[in-house]
């Protein structure tokens, strides 16, 4: 395709001499008043004057600068350079063009925004459901695939929260998870896990901002705060009026949380708080956040509600992500902020409580993995259908289909581990270790699993129109965050070891290690 025509095709009449000149004061105007932004649009423009005034005409590199200036300018409320006829000629000149919608540009194959059937359940593991757990978990996958699904692309690529989707997550009552009453649907563990895979299915950013509000946040307040707060903080969670945030992670202090320093100061009334948290999904936008912070008195971790707007609180947006890239994540900075002792979470008095939260939580993230997975085979198998090439579909393909059949037996196991560590939560039976080793190996296969549907989808692979790219980025931070692979898979080699390895010795040496055994 020609972008721009040869000398000798015709071109638009360059702007008037009078229009130049008065964009010339005013951009001088600009650079007088201390905007040196401003500095290389008049450079361009100075060169498109010359060539104006000589009477030489406008240049191919001449229609591009005045398109470029011409769009910076338009947010500052200037004029457009370029009359209607020179705009309706720009397209010829190949600028200004937009991006061509992705149904149009690859026609052949069908993108994420049309949801596909799901057809990962190749053992017919539905049957392990019972029929209320199929009827949730049918009215979130529609929900997902009708109401956000279309949608969220758009946020992922530019980092926003959509917030459209809320009130589509509200409907499905499903905030609160296991917690009974106060508005919450007391499902079992199952169910709730159930939940999480279908929303991760579709989008792993939108399940884990559910996760931090019912999951952490919501649960937290349920398990370890008093009848009060309960009644005062969940019915209005529960209805996602109010959204939630847990702040557990610091700077300085990612696996080994337990060392946190902020510090909670015993005052007359209340609590003040200092430190700061890293890490903190929906932290920007969050209307409440339950914070754990040291007693000095005591040197145990406590637990606290801080309410957004509260004095001395800020939390700003972390930048840059690859990954869960709709996700708030924050840094939260707290400065003597006042927390009244009916806000301190009676609950937490030690590290040990925080795990009691923990351990639901890293159930629904051992199944986060499972709906992604669901999610990148369902899309892989319709794309290998609808592409063709060689004059056939891509499924005709031996070494597609055995890369189709590896993704299908990693969903099957993965699926069974998660369904085995729930039933043995619900039985009482359930260790640390287990939770830590099915959170571990589930990530570790989604890593392999989403890998191989990104090169199924060749080229558009790449794009996250096509959900792969997405979830081949969005996989990196699940397989760090509830414990990273090897931090969870130290908790299960000490429960099976009994000995303990995660934290090393201060000076570097290992007990019982001498220089004459290197």
């Known amino acids: 395709m020609v972008l721009f025509p040869p000398a000798s095709s015709p071109s638009p009449p360059p702007p008037s001499l009078s229009l130049c000149v008065l964009l010339f004061l005013f951009l001088l105007l600009l650079i007088i008043n201390s905007r040196p932004s401003h500095s290389r649009l008049l450079h361009n423009f100075i060169r498109i004057m010359d060539r104006v005034m000589t009477g030489e005409g406008m240049d191919e590199k001449g229609w591009r600068r005045l ?31 937009p991006a ?40 979130v996958r529609r929900v997902m695939e009708e109401h956000v699904a279309p949608v969220v692309t758009k946020y992922w690529e530019k980092a926003e929260f959509p917030f459209e989707i809320i009130p589509h997550l509200a409907s499905l009552k499903i905030a609160g998870g296991t917690i009974k009453g106060y508005g919450c649907p007391g499902l079992s563990i199952l169910s709730h896990a159930l939940v999480g895979a279908e929303i991760a299915r579709v989008d792993a950013s939108c399940c884990t901002f559910a996760l931090v509000h019912s999951s952490l946040c919501m649960s937290t307040i349920g398990m370890l705060g008093n009848e009060e707060q309960k009644q005062k903080y969940l019915p209005s969670l529960a209805r996602f009026d109010t959204i939630g945030c847990w702040a557990l992670t610091e700077p300085a202090y990612g696996s080994d949380a337990s060392s946190l320093n ?22 920007t936008f969050a209307d409440i956040v339950v914070v754990f912070a040291r007693n ?75 709906g992604v997975c669901m999610g990148v085979y369902d899309i892989c198998y319709r794309y290998l259908q609808e592409r063709k090439q060689f004059g056939a579909p891509l499924a005709a393909l031996q070494i597609n289909q055995e890369k189709l059949v590896r993704m299908l037996g990693n969903i099957q196991a993965m699926f069974l581990l998660g369904w085995k560590l729930c039933k043995m939560y619900e039985s009482g039976k359930m260790t640390p270790g287990q939770a830590s080793l099915c959170k571990a190996w589930n990530t570790l296969r989604a890593r392999e699993t989403v890998a ?67």
């Open 67 to 97: 398109a470029r200036i011409n769009q910076q300018l338009q947010p500052k409320g200037i004029p457009s350079l370029l009359s209607p006829s020179q705009l309706e000629s720009m397209p010829t000149l190949g600028v200004g063009l």
């Open 100 to 139: 061509l919608d992705i149904a149009s540009a690859f026609p052949q194959a069908t993108p994420a925004s049309t949801f596909p059937t799901s057809v990962s359940d190749y053992f017919g593991l539905e049957d392990l459901l019972s029929p209320e757990d199929v009827a949730l978990r049918k009215r």
């Open 262 to 283: 902020t510090t909670a100061v015993k005052v007359e009334g209340g609590w003040l708080l200092n430190g700061q948290k890293r890490w903190i999904g929906n932290a």
């Open 296 to 370: 000095t008195q005591t040197n145990q971790i406590n637990g606290f509600i801080v309410k957004k707007g509260t004095p001395g609180y800020r939390a700003t947006k972390i930048e840059n992500k690859i990954g869960l890239r709709i996700v708030q994540n924050g840094d939260i900075i707290m400065k003597d902020v006042f927390i009244p002792d009916e806000d301190r979470l009676t609950g937490i008095n030690s590290f040990q409580d925080t795990n009691k939260v923990l351990a639901v939580s890293r159930i629904m993230v051992a199944w986060l993995p499972i």
């Open 452 to 518: 191989l549907g990104r090169e199924l989808l060749g080229g558009n692979g790449i794009l996250s129109d096509f959900l792969v790219a997405k979830a081949f980025c969005d996989i990196e931070p699940i397989y760090t965050y509830e414990g990273t692979y090897d931090i969870n898979t130290l908790v299960t080699g000490r429960e099976i070891t009994g000995i303990a390895s995660i934290k090393p010795s201060a000076s570097g040496k290992i007990k019982g290690f001498t220089a004459s055994q290197k």
